[in-house]
């Protein structure tokens, strides 16, 4: 029925190369809307030789330093029925838009989000180096047959690029593209595509379950959902094949892109809900996860270990607090492979997700109205986020998840309005620490207890103020407000480079800026109670040799890559993102290796800190630590690293560098420290006073003979 030419190629030939004859222009003022399309005129453009720059012995035609410069090349197409898939090829220096015949196919990240007007006077947000002239290759924007009968007619086409610079001082511009074309048969249209350039790779055999949607010749919108067919094959071999039958689920669907700026990445993001055939719900088990119709297909692309969101989803569902159900998948998207996704249940009222009472639409009075809510904090007016209320202290918005606001009706938002109203009204009396009368009464402690521990363990940037839930069942069942469940955690785990997030040391509870996204007022005075926070280190304590131990979490993330196995490697082929600076990203790692280490020596060094801040002395006692290590700052590091730690009693201490094969690479002397803060300090020089290579090492902090080990990285 579907999918079966999924790989019904031939051959490729290139239709324009970098060093064509293109017509180009350099402005100092806005061209004509319509200049990127086949009718404009251009006969007042120059002609030159692609591609166009300055410096690194790059460009065809040598141009002036300028902030951008605007390029044009027509090609012809014989029979577009006989062009299965296109990639651009683009080498650039610093950011580029590309369109085929007006029609925006691609641009840089370091330029606004796709879609929106990039005036001729726009730098890049940052710089971007080409590939081609040190012996790499360009990136790619692949189009599949569908996109390309949409773009494309038979006869003449334009394909318009648009470079800028980073900045009219920068030292070099670059600007070389290619368009090459997959042909079905033995059609020779064009030309041999460079000895560099890689046909998309043809997988046959996975390791993890496949996914297969057809959206029947349609784009995928925001909103509303569209109909699609998806299969799914999940063989019990753990082997699966292209042509293997669905086993999992063969049906129909209805799907919408989701996210707020995530759905405009090149890997987007997806939220369907599986239906019959005449369109209605159909609850159903996907992966072995519980029946139900709403689901999302969350698409990795920041977090390049594709492991952050699965990890703290796994550990809130371990400590008792309900999370979405993750399973990793690979994806085909009308015919075209899409990488590596996460199959996740969608946050909503059921009795395997949020396990609160149904509120009908007649349920207005007494304890029928009195629950189930959940409630969002959120940006106002993106994605589902279309109704809810203000509070009447701070201005912050409570938007309406369940109830949906399409469905919600007065008498309800009257009584959770009011509701929330009540607690705020608690929360600013002097006396709001009361266990009879204060948000003792109000709260279910323990939850929020969990929420906070886990958002902090993340430092995820988002918390309290955005993706934040809070829910209440019916007075009958609970009266109270419980927090949860989490949700997006691609941006935490030192993942950000803003809201000093990418730190390990200080709680983003006490962090609360003007003119960035704003919590509400009272998470704050919760964590400033004595006994809230006394209970959180309780909790934290308990957890922190089981749960939240270094093992623990280790182990959760090395069977995710043991799992993931060669789809790693699938995923990044397609999506060529390690080594590029994708935002929010704080650091950028060449290796996917190196990711993972990231994660964990961050992951290390917060739980290290948050020991120091929080963990009861009796356990550091029967953890028998006489130290604390408070961070190793900056990791990765260049070109010093920083060992700050405090130790209990006076003590001797030294520190040992290892490579990853225990070869001793620095020792450095014992020095006596008296108790409180200590620093020690390694230069990435080795015992000869040459400077290490690029890579991870291990250091052994030594104290009164005990001893910590971790793991650093050196980059240059």
């Known amino acids: 029925m579907i ?4 790989f019904a190629q031939d051959h490729w030939e290139t239709a324009i190369f970098a060093n064509d004859q293109w017509k180009y222009f350099v402005p100092d003022s806005e061209l004509p809307n319509n200049w990127n399309t086949f009718s404009f005129d251009d006969n007042n453009w120059d002609i030159g ?60 990240y370091n330029l606004s989000e796709p879609g929106t007007f990039v005036p001729y006077n726009q730098t890049t947000s940052y710089d971007h180096e080409a590939s081609l002239y040190n012996g790499g290759t360009p990136e790619s924007v692949f189009m599949d047959s569908l996109l390309i009968d949409s773009l494309l007619v038979n006869g003449d086409n334009v394909l318009a690029i648009q470079v800028h610079n980073v900045g009219i001082n920068s030292s070099d511009m670059s600007g070389n593209f ?38 029947y010749g349609e784009d995928i919108p925001d909103d509303p959902r569209i109909p699609a067919y998806m299969g799914i094959i999940n063989n019990e071999t753990g082997i699966n094949h292209i042509d293997d039958s669905f086993n999992d689920y063969d049906g129909h669907i209805t799907i919408e892109r989701r996210g707020n700026s995530s759905q405009w990445n090149d890997k987007t993001p997806y939220r369907f809900e599986t239906v019959d055939a005449e369109g209605e719900n159909n609850n159903v088990a996907l992966l072995g996860m519980p029946e139900e119709n ?238 809230f926070q006394l209970k959180a280190a309780q909790r934290y304590t308990e957890l922190r040799s089981t749960i939240f131990s270094e093992d623990h979490i280790n182990s959760i993330i090395d069977s995710s890559i043991i799992y993931l196995g060669e789809a790693v490697d699938r995923n990044f082929t397609r999506w060529p993102l390690l080594g590029n600076y994708i935002w929010p990203n704080y650091y950028v790692f060449d290796t996917y290796d190196q990711e993972i280490e990231y994660l964990k020596s961050w992951t290390a060094d917060r739980l290290a800190w948050m020991d120091n801040e929080i963990l009861l002395l009796g356990t550091k006692n029967n953890f028998h630590l006489d130290y604390s290590i408070v961070r190793t700052y900056p990791n990765p590091f260049n070109p010093k690293v920083t060992f700050t730690f405090k130790i209990v009693y006076p003590a001797t201490v030294g520190l040992n560098i290892y490579d990853l094969s225990g070869r001793q690479i620095k020792r450095i002397n014992k020095s006596f420290y008296h108790s409180g803060k200590c620093i020690m300090n390694w230069d990435a020089k080795n015992e000869n006073g040459n400077i290490v290579s690029t890579g991870t090492y291990i250091y052994e902090l030594i104290i009164n003979q005990k001893t910590k080990r971790g793991k650093i990285v050196y980059l240059k």
């Open 49 to 108: 030789e692609g591609g166009f720059g300055y410096a690194d012995d790059d460009d065809g035609t040598i141009i002036n330093p300028t902030i951008s410069v605007y390029f044009r090349n027509i090609f012809t197409v014989i029979d577009k029925s006989k062009l299965f898939a296109s990639i651009l090829s683009a080498d650039y220096d610093d950011g580029y838009v590309a369109y085929l015949n007006g029609y925006e196919i691609g641009r840089s």
């Open 294 to 531: 709403d689901w999302v297909l969350y698409a990795p692309w920041q977090d390049k270990t594709m492991i952050r969101n699965v990890l703290i989803y796994q550990l809130s569902n371990e400590i008792g607090r309900y999370a979405s159900k993750t399973r990793f998948v690979e994806l085909y998207l009308n015919n075209e492979y899409r990488g590596v996704y996460v199959l996740m249940e969608k946050i909503k009222r059921d009795g395997n997700r949020v396990s609160i009472s149904k509120l009908e639409p007649d349920e207005t009075s007494g304890d029928d109205v009195t629950g189930g809510y959940i409630l969002k904090f959120d940006w106002y007016y993106t994605g589902d986020n279309i109704g809810g209320f203000e509070s009447d202290y701070d201005g912050m918005i409570y938007n309406y998840h369940y109830p949906k606001p399409s469905d919600i009706v007065p008498e309800q938002e009257e009584y959770i309005q009011n509701y929330i109203y009540d607690f705020e009204n608690i929360m600013l009396n002097d006396d709001y620490t009361n266990n009879l009368t204060g948000y003792p009464s109000l709260l279910n402690v323990e939850s929020f207890i969990d929420f906070i521990l886990l958002q902090e363990l993340a430092k995820n940037v988002d918390a309290y103020r955005l993706s934040t839930y809070i829910y209440k069942d019916k007075e009958s069942i609970d009266n109270r407000l419980t927090a949860g469940p989490i949700w997006d955690f691609n941006h935490g785990f030192g993942n950000c480079d803003y809201g000093e997030t990418w730190e390990v040391d200080n709680w983003l509870l006490e962090y609360n800026p003007e003119g960035g996204d704003q919590m509400a007022f009272w998470w704050e005075l919760l964590w400033q109670d004595e006994n």
């Open 178 to 215: 290619f368009l090459s074309f997959g042909i079905t048969d033995n059609s020779e249209f064009y030309s041999e595509p460079p000895s560099w350039f890689q046909e998309p790779i043809e997988y046959d055999e996975f390791n993890l379950p496949l996914i297969f949607i057809d959206t």
């Open 3 to 6: 999918f079966q030419n999924l």
